[in-house]
């Protein structure tokens, strides 16, 4: 069985900044895409941030110039930097990773982040 932990979440003023970690561990191999979603209250959940095998990356159009993804490959980690950060950043972060050829997908348990004053 494959499984992500994540950490990095918490509460942080407007225009600090975070950095969401996640580990993929167990069963899962050759992976395809790493990447971090958010779900804020009354919302869809949304993708924030995605790299690829390849270490291409895309981003949604509101994070962009402020979030920067990365990731280990020998610790098959991926983290996201977020930087500038604005109340409506405030979400659950759910860390994704899909692998087998695009065949299995696994989720994190979610971290919140909180920004306020």
């Known amino acids: 069985q494959g499984q992500l932990v994540e950490s990095g979440g918490g509460l942080v003023q407007p225009g600090g900044s975070l950095r969401l970690s996640c580990a993929a561990s167990?069963?899962?191999?050759?992976?395809?895409?790493m990447g971090w979603y958010r779900q804020a209250p009354g919302k869809e959940r949304e993708l924030v941030a995605g790299?690829?095998?390849?270490?291409?990356?895309q981003y949604a159009d509101s994070v962009k110039g402020r979030f920067t993804i990365s990731r280990d490959n020998a610790k098959d980690t991926v983290y996201l930097q977020m930087n500038s950060l604005k109340p409506e950043d405030t979400a659950v972060y759910y860390c994704?990773?899909?692998?087998?050829?695009?065949?299995?997908?696994?989720w994190g348990q979610g971290t919140h982040v909180t920004v306020s004053s």
């Open positions: 994704v990773v899909r692998s087998g050829s695009w065949k299995y997908e696994y």
């Open positions: 790299i690829f095998s390849r270490g291409n990356t």
């Open positions: 167990g069963s899962i191999f050759n992976i395809n895409l």
